[in-house]
C-alpha cells in the first residue's frame, strides 16, 4: 500500500503508527517536512514523523514511473485517447505531487491509502483507492 500525506499526518497528531506494510513517496516525505515546520510542530510530533520516515520505504521519482506519470495526467485533462473519462466525468487539475503519489501506487499495483477526495477520479482508471475517515 501506498500512503498518502494526509493519512500520515493523521497519524502522527494521534501519534498512532500504522500498522501495514507500505511504502511511502518521496514526494509525500517532503509534503509532511514542509508541513510540520509551516504547523510548527514540537519535538515529540516531529521526532514521531521521523520514525515513521524510516520505518518505510521512501519511493523516489525515477524514470521508470514517467510513462503512468503522462497518463495520468492526460486520462485527468480528459486528453487520453485511449481511456477516456467516463460519460459525466469532466476534467481535473491534479497537484503534481498527487500526480505523482497516484502514480506510484498505479506503477507498483498498490492500494492508495487516504482521507481526501483528491484521487476519487482515477478509480475509473485503475487506481485501487482505500478512503479512511477524517
Not at 49 to 70: C, N, R, W
Not at 86 to 96: A, V
Not at 118 to 123: P, Q
Request: net charge neutral.
Amino acid at each position: 500500500m501506498v500512503f498518502d500525506t494526509n493519512l500520515i499526518i493523521q497519524h502522527v497528531r494521534r501519534g498512532q503508527w500504522l500498522n501495514s506494510k507500505a511504502i511511502i513517496p518521496v514526494v509525500v516525505a517532503g509534503e509532511l517536512r514542509a508541513f510540520a515546520l509551516k504547523a510548527d510542530w514540537g519535538t515529540q510530533k516531529l521526532t514521531f514523523l521521523e520514525s515513521i520516515l524510516k520505518g518505510y520505504p521512501i519511493v523516489e521519482i525515477t524514470m521508470f514511473l514517467t510513462d503512468v506519470y503522462a497518463q495520468i495526467d492526460a486520462y485527468s485533462q480528459g486528453t487520453l485517447k485511449l481511456k477516456p473519462l467516463p460519460l459525466g466525468m469532466s476534467s481535473r487539475n491534479m497537484s503534481k505531487n498527487d500526480l505523482w503519489i497516484a502514480t506510484t501506487a498505479l506503477y507498483f499495483d498498490l492500494e492508495l491509502h487516504t482521507t481526501d477526495n483528491d484521487f476519487d477520479h482515477l478509480s475509473a482508471f485503475g487506481l485501487r483507492l482505500v478512503k479512511h475517515s477524517a
